[in-house]
């Protein structure tokens, strides 16, 4: 049994050690937002916070996670930045299929709670995350909005 706290709550989960934090939050904790992509933490899809650092989680095994307190998607509105960053999102319609968007919208969170005021180099530098359909204009022009 392995106890872990996700956006806020205690969880004990009884999983392999070895399990990917991404399987434990699908298909344990039922947190689906956070998406499967390449399995190598390439593309970024899998991105949560983990005590406020954007991380990818396809390749955390949970038993690295320890006593960090991970965040996901489906609380990051609870923050003023995350929900600045969501409205953002949405102001400057950035998403075409979606498919990375949440790890997209974590990476940004992290950015933008540790660096209120990015250059554009910060910009670039925080956003490697992967988008099929090119959106990085207008994921950087989201998170300029953000910060404005």
């Not at 392995?2 to 999983?15: E, K, L």
């Not at 968007?101 to 554009?120: F, H, K, R, Y």
């Not at 910009?123 to 490697?128: G, K, R, S």
Request: charged share 15%; with cysteine.
């Amino acid at each position: 049994m392995t106890s872990i706290t996700v956006n806020g709550r205690a969880y004990d989960v009884a999983t392999e050690p070895d399990t990917p934090l991404l399987w434990v939050l699908r298909d344990v904790l039922g947190l689906t937002g956070t998406k499967y992509g390449c399995g190598i933490a390439a593309c970024g899809a899998c991105t949560v916070l983990m005590d406020g650092q954007a991380t990818r989680s396809c390749q955390l095994p949970l038993d690295s996670v320890g006593s960090a307190e991970i965040r996901t998607i489906e609380a990051i509105e609870e923050s003023p930045v995350g929900r600045k960053v969501v409205d953002a999102w949405v102001a400057q319609q950035v998403p075409q299929c979606g498919y990375c968007q949440s790890g997209q919208v974590m990476a940004a969170t992290a950015l933008l709670e540790q660096t209120p005021a990015p250059s554009d180099a910060d910009i670039a530098d925080a956003m490697t995350n992967l988008c099929r359909c090119g959106t990085y204009n207008r994921i950087a022009a989201a998170i300029r909005h953000a910060a404005g």
